[in-house]
T-cell receptor, first 113, second 113 residues
């Protein structure tokens, strides 16, 4: 059972480049989330999806877009990367009846030069 | 506004010593509270959670936490620390039953032999 899988694990971009971070879960969870982690700031929610076909903004959505392709997959896109988006990105999912327990992927470390 | 504060950025304890990590929250309603642990290069793993009922909750790996409404605190404790407990610890408050979490800044635990 793989849980939450994120790809890639590492990525270096130049300012202005675009890329998509992929996330897939095999636990049949309804809800999925994208967080970013920055030193001294904990994790902050970028976007989330309560169910297939729905997405909503979190605390720091600017500069990002998301797609909930199906129940398993939730991708995060940077259309024009900026140095301020250098961060570690975590995808998470949740079985709604489990009252808030999130399962996290192992993260994507992104550097924007 | 909802917020979580972890006053200690870095804590060092000797192996076998007791541990207490502090967490204070600000939230208007009855909070859902969590402690997560992150080992280097890994995603976050849930240690324990509080929703209601007994204010002392037990978690995995011998950790416990006590919810004190009067102090708006949810401190994490362990009677005897093991070297494998060295990691970063995050306290979080859940925004209702949405799966959206507000994280504290994190506390890095170092364990001395």
């Amino acid at each position: 059972n793989a849980g939450v899988t994120q790809t890639p694990k590492f990525q270096v971009l130049k300012t202005g480049q675009s890329m998509t971070l992929q996330c897939a879960q095999d636990m049949n969870h309804n809800s999925m989330y994208w967080y970013r982690q920055d030193p001294g700031m904990g994790l902050r929610l970028i976007y989330y999806s309560a169910s297939e076909g729905t997405t909503d903004k979190g605390e720091v959505p600017n500069g990002y877009n998301v797609s909930r392709l199906n129940k398993r997959e939730f991708s995060l896109r940077l259309e024009s990367a900026a140095p301020s988006q250098t961060s570690v990105y975590f995808c998470a999912s949740r079985m709604d009846r489990d009252e808030e327990k999130l399962f996290f992927g192992s993260g994507t470390q992104l550097s924007v030069l | 506004a909802q917020s979580v504060t972890q006053p200690d950025i870095h804590i060092t304890v000797s192996e076998g010593a007791s541990l207490e990590l502090r967490c204070n929250y600000s939230y208007g309603a009855t909070p859902y509270l969590f402690w997560y642990v992150q080992s280097p290069g890994q995603g976050l793993q849930l240690l324990l959670k509080y929703f209601s009922g007994d204010t002392l909750v037990q978690g995995i790996k011998g950790f416990e936490a006590e919810f004190k409404r009067s102090q708006s605190s949810f401190n994490l404790r362990k009677p005897s620390v093991h070297w494998s407990d060295a990691a970063e610890y995050f306290c979080a408050v859940g925004l209702g039953n949405t799966g959206k979490l507000i994280f504290g800044q994190g506390t890095t635990l170092q364990v001395k032999p």
